[in-house]
Every structure is written in C-alpha cells, then in structure tokens.
C-alpha cells in the first residue's frame, strides 16, 4: 500500500510485456500500451477507507478523471475474464472502483485485487491486437503489475492547441460549476460545445463566466463522489455530457510530470 500515495499519480506496466496501463481516448476503455510519457498513462491515486478499517486503492485517470472499475459483464471477445472500464464513481459504482494491492514477495511486483475477488489481468501476450485490461480468477504473470510513482511537476502543463477541423464534430453538453465573476456563491450552468478541444473550451468557459482564460483552471468531475481532475487534455472522443469545475488558476493542483524520467 505504500506504494500509493493518496492523491499522488502512478503509473502501471505489465511485467509480462511491458506495457502500460492507458485510458482510452474515448473515455470509457482501458488498454495496454507503450508509450509512457502520456498523460493517458497516468492515474491519481484515491484512497477509501471503509468503517471495518479496510482500506481500498481508488484510481482514476489523469487524463479523463474515469475511476478504474470492473464489471460483471464479460470482457470483449479475445480477452480473458470480466470486463474493465472508466467509470463515473457514483454510490451504486462503490464496490466496482475498490481495489486492494496484494505485494508478490519476493520481487518488486503486486496484483490489484478487485472487491469482487478477482485479479486485474493485461491481455496481449500472443494476440497484440487484443490489449485490453480484464478482472480474472487466477493469477500469473499477466496479473503482475509494477507500480511507477510519476512526480509533481510546477504548475499547469501548456494546454494543445485547437485543430482547424475540431469544431466540424458533433455538439456535446458542458455542465459547468463556478463561482461568479466576482467571487460569490458558486453556481451551475450549461454549455452547448462542439469538438474536442481543451484550449477552445477553456476560451469559451473563460467568456461564458466574464473572466480572463488565464484567469481559470478547468477539472473534470465522473460522477458525484469523484473527485475534481485538471483537464489538460483534449476531450474524451464522443458527445457524452461532461461536468466540469472551474477553479480560480491560482488553486494548488497537482499536475503529473509524465516525461519526468
């Protein structure tokens, strides 16, 4: 467990194949890849402590801020056991974001153990192509996991600039949160968005509230016990609605280091 510092980023390679653990770019999947200075390879460590004392490892996504979780629906086809997904952490999502660490002695290895029991698993060893994450029963060396502590780094990464394209995709919701132009009481409110970019929704969230773009940080919220993520990536593919937090940019927020050797 001292591998996993509350609100602090890791990340998670397969000790068979070497590949990390990434949230898709559509905000829902999970696979194995190689690159590792990605802010998709990254995830904020959320520590739950349950009243039998039990404590439980929350991860959620740097990129997107969707919980690690598993699900009882089988896992696609070509991969072995349950399915695993990014999750909003709601209270019926409880028990399918909880994961307990279990050290591999001797060795610098650990298996992620799942409420339900089963064993956080990469696919991929024979079939590249099938590089999804799954929950399985038993455990080998696909079950092994190394876990890289990725540093703060000092302030807000340079946000990707717009492509000329992005705003010929599909319209999607933004259901903001902020307090008013001049400090008051915070307040929800919606936006209709089209495309992807993060650059051009901080621009338009900047204008909708009457601050300065430089004035504001944004952090995606997936679900309503999880906890606020500095989006400083493009949005996750797709029109599913976001909730997003506006924070003054002067807040402390911890940013990963993701090209930090």
Known sequence: MEQFQDGHHVRLRCREHGMYLHADKDGRGVSLRRP????????????????????????????????LAAMDAPAPLGHRGRRVEQRDYEELEEE???????????????????????????????LPW?????????????????VERIPAREGMPELP???????????????????????GPAFWATLGFKGRSVFRLRSEL???????????????????????????????RGTRTLYIVV?????????PDVGAE
């Open 96 to 126: 399918a974001v909880r994961w307990r660490p279990v050290r591999i002695v001797p060795g610098d290895y650990i298996l992620l153990r799942h409420a339900s029991g089963r064993f956080l698993r990469a696919n991929g060893k024979f």
């Open 161 to 183: 600039l717009a492509g000329g394209l992005d705003i010929l995709l599909p319209r999607r919701w933004v259901v903001y949160a902020s307090a008013g132009a001049d400090g």
């Open 130 to 146: 099938n590089n999804g994450a799954s929950v399985v029963d038993t455990v080998s060396t696909m079950t092994h996991w190394v």
């Open 36 to 67: 590792r200075a990605s802010m998709n390879a990254a995830w904020a460590v959320h520590l739950y402590q349950e009243d039998d004392d039990v404590q439980y490892v929350l991860l959620h996504s740097a990129a997107y801020g969707g919980y």
């Open 247 to 255: 924070v003054p940019a002067h807040v402390e927020l911890r940013y």
């Open 206 to 236: 900047a204008s909708d509230i009457g601050i300065g773009m430089g004035d504001l940080a944004m952090c995606v919220q997936a679900g309503i016990n999880g906890r606020p993520t500095p989006l400083v990536v493009n949005l996750p």
